[in-house]
Nanobody, 126 residues
Framework: QLVESGGGLVQPGGSLRLSCAIS????????IGWFRQAPGKEREGVSC????????DYSDSVKGRFTISRDNTKTTVFLQMTSLRPEDTAVYSC?????????????????????WGQGTQVTVSA
């Protein structure tokens, strides 16, 4: 199970930290991805964390502004978002793949994630 939290309303230029709480995966996970979907737009993969070796990936739209990380127990993955813009407004969700052959490669393509959280709303507005 994945449960997101930390969304809210923030002014342009502000920051938010999203959390993705992980439970119920007894054999561990290969990767966690963060995704967002704005009204009328397709879902976008914004970042991914390889839970085995800690490597990360970011979409060009958030590179340099967002940081993905995990806690030491590997039960929570964070998305630190800074310099937020109105175009960052979306529902943010975390997801993972239970396919043991998959890591972060391909996370931006449909079908990668097969376990999803419920999402958390992020609104960037003055």
């Amino acid at each position: 199970q994945l449960v997101e939290s930390g969304g809210g309303l923030v002014q342009p230029g502000g920051s938010l930290r999203l959390s993705c709480a992980i439970s119920g995966f007894t054999s561990g996970l290969n990767a966690i991805g963060w995704f967002r979907q704005a009204p009328g737009k397709e879902r976008e993969g914004v970042s991914c964390l390889n839970m085995r070796d800690g490597t990360t990936d970011y979409s060009d739209s958030v590179k340099g502004r967002f940081t993905i990380s995990r806690d030491n127990t590997k039960t929570t993955v964070f998305l630190q978002m800074t310099s937020l813009r109105p175009e960052d407004t979306a529902v943010y969700s975390c997801a993972t793949t239970t396919n043991t052959r998959y890591y972060c490669s391909g996370y931006r393509y449909p079908g990668w994630g097969d376990v999803w959280g419920q999402g958390t709303q992020v609104t960037v507005s003055a």
